[in-house]
Nanobody, 114 residues
């Protein structure tokens, strides 16, 4: 499975960005896709995920501000990020999960200035 993410950039606090990710390769019909992030000097952490059935899981720090969505037919997952804060600055990774196997995209940088 290959993951191609796009949409990162530099934005002021309070602004919005939308990340997009497309998966290709051996895609199973039932899976989880979503996003992790790694802030500078910190460990990688969950941001949001969504199953093919539509179940979502969000980090507490982004609830109410970020929205994950996906198109199962196109094998894509998006992350709409609103009310961005400087602490959202991180390298964001798209992920695809099937059973115990996780695949990572290359990462896209999001920088929020204060």
């Amino acid at each position: 499975v290959q993951l191609q993410a796009s949409g990162g950039g530099l934005v002021q606090a309070g602004g919005s960005l939308r990340l997009a990710c497309a998966a290709s390769g051996n895609i199973f019909s039932i899976n989880i896709m979503g996003w992790y992030r790694q802030p500078p000097g910190k460990r990688r952490e969950l941001v949001a995920t969504m199953t093919t059935g539509g179940e979502t899981n969000y980090a507490d720090s982004v609830k109410g501000r970020f929205t994950v969505s996906r198109d199962n037919a196109k094998n894509t997952v998006d992350l709409q990020m609103n009310s961005l804060k400087p602490e959202d600055t991180a390298l964001y990774f798209c992920i695809y999960l099937r059973g115990s196997q996780i695949y990572w995209g290359q990462g896209t940088q999001v920088t929020v200035s204060s």
